[in-house]
């Protein structure tokens, strides 16, 4: 599986971004992609994810202020976010595992160890 991150940029607090993640080559029938961040010296978060089964899943942090989509022909994953703050300054990945969350488990959604193929990222600045 191929996943690329696009859609970054620079922009004032209170504006939008959409990401996209274009993903090829996946095989499975049942899947999980999810958003993810890395800020400077701090650890990489799960933010949002997104099922084979069209199930999506935030974290409190970004819960009313980002919107995970898919594209008709499923090739390309989106990440719509509103009202940016500061703090959401981050590079951000798309990732991607076979399978379904569990019980809807935290582990599963949003730990990045329990993801296999990763994109590059795309750098999203919010300047206080």
């Known amino acids: 599986v191929q996943l690329a991150e696009s859609g970054g940029g620079l922009v004032q607090p209170g504006g939008s971004l959409n990401l996209s993640c274009a993903v090829s080559g996946i095989a499975a029938d049942y899947y999980t992609i999810g958003w993810f961040r890395q800020a400077p010296d701090k650890e990489r978060e799960g933010i949002s994810t997104?099922?084979?089964?069209?199930?999506?899943y935030y974290v409190d942090s970004v819960k009313g202020r980002f919107a995970i989509s898919r594209s008709n022909t499923k090739s390309t994953v989106y990440l719509q976010m509103n009202s940016l703050k500061p703090e959401d300054t981050a590079t951000y990945y798309c990732?991607?595992?076979?399978?379904?969350?569990?019980?809807?488990?935290?582990?599963?959604?949003?730990?990045?160890?329990?993801?296999?193929?990763w994109g590059r990222g795309t750098q999203v600045t919010v300047p206080s």
């Open positions: 990732a991607f595992k076979i399978g379904l969350p569990r019980n809807n488990s935290n582990y599963d959604l949003f730990a990045a160890r329990s993801f296999d193929a």
């Open positions: 997104i099922t084979s089964t069209d199930g999506t």
